[in-house]
């Protein structure tokens, strides 16, 4: 409709602010050579991915380094995402290095939170705005204990975040107790006064990108973009064969908040791509031209 372009015109006219998680990269070692190939690419925000292969929080001479280098750069730290594992190979060493904070265990969540502190540790040498939480791992069922699991554990968490200038925020991810819907759920009965990052991939997988974004829309802080076949979390770059997701629409569906947050790409990196970082640039790209159509 001709209305739905009028009310879109304004924040249309401003394109969001870019930014890419290291995701992409968690092939390869942070480095510094990274990040100026990131900058170089027209990318001013970066969300940093922690996977101990990639960016590993306990060493303390590659936190360094990154922070050194932080300090004279025009590129600026805008989240860190929350460690999935806490071994160097995804937590193939076995089921101890899945990071859970919905443990049940007590003594075991306590490992886990004092794991996600390490990773706040990181804002003393490289400031950033946003932790990226998930609750629960893929596919994992809702129940109460759970629900009393990651609540105890997210009090600790964010009152150590907190300490450290960073905001928690909580994923909707691909299980049921944190889809958008359960999301809602989860700080209804916590009474936690957390926002969140929307994903869209995740989303795609459960109530769909337009219905999540709905229910979470006013706590909306940051954005995880990428895309799926509807039944696997791919990370796939948005327009990639196999996606499913409508970008024209989600884009639109994004756009509808005049206070924004960014654009942050959150991409595994496709095969046979010699030259990751120009695939992304040339995605932000595509996704600003998409504009409402009079039908819309």
């Given amino acids: 409709m001709?209305?739905?372009w009028a009310k879109l015109r304004d924040t249309e006219d401003s394109p969001m602010q870019r930014a890419l998680s290291t995701h992409l990269l968690v092939n390869y070692r942070l480095t510094t050579v990274w990040l100026d190939r990131i900058w170089d690419a027209g990318i001013p925000l970066v969300e940093l991915f922690c996977t101990r292969q990639h960016l590993d929080y306990h060493n303390r001479a590659q936190i360094s380094e990154l922070g050194y280098w932080f300090r004279d750069a025009e590129l600026k730290v805008h989240s860190v995402h929350s460690p999935l594992y806490s071994d160097d190979v995804r937590g193939r060493s076995g089921p101890d290095a899945v990071l859970n904070i919905t443990e049940p265990v007590k003594s075991k969540r306590l490992r886990v939170v004092?794991?996600?502190?390490?990773?706040?540790e990181i804002a003393e040498s490289v400031p950033f705005h946003y932790l990226?939480?998930?609750i629960g791992v893929a596919e994992q069922e809702f129940d109460?204990?759970?629900v009393e699991a990651a609540f105890s554990a997210l009090e600790q968490i964010s009152l150590f975040a907190?300490?450290?200038g960073v905001e928690v925020l909580l994923e909707n991810t691909p299980n049921h107790l944190s889809s958008a819907e359960r999301l809602l759920v989860f700080l209804e009965l916590t009474h936690l006064d957390l926002n969140v990052c929307f994903d869209t991939g995740h989303a795609n997988l459960h109530e769909g990108v337009e219905t999540a974004y709905r229910l979470l829309k006013s706590r909306i802080r940051s954005t995880h973009v990428h895309d799926n076949n509807g039944a696997e979390d791919q990370h796939l770059f948005p327009?990639?064969?196999?996606g499913t997701i409508d970008w024209r629409r989600t884009m639109q569906t994004l756009r509808s908040r005049t206070d924004q947050y960014p654009l942050l790409l959150e991409l595994s990196e496709p095969p046979d791509t010699p030259r990751p970082l120009e695939a992304a640039k040339r995605v932000f790209d595509q996704l600003e031209?998409?504009?409402?159509?009079?039908?819309q």
Avoid: M, N, V
Avoid at 114 to 120: A, P
Avoid at 239 to 242: C, H, M, V
């Fill in 2 to 4: 001709a209305a739905g």
């Fill in 114 to 120: 004092d794991e996600i502190k390490r990773t706040l």
């Fill in 162 to 164: 907190g300490q450290r």
């Fill in 132 to 134: 990226i939480q998930h």
């Fill in 239 to 242: 327009f990639a064969e196999g």
């Fill in 144 to 146: 109460e204990r759970s």
């Fill in 289 to 295: 031209e998409l504009r409402p159509t009079d039908e």
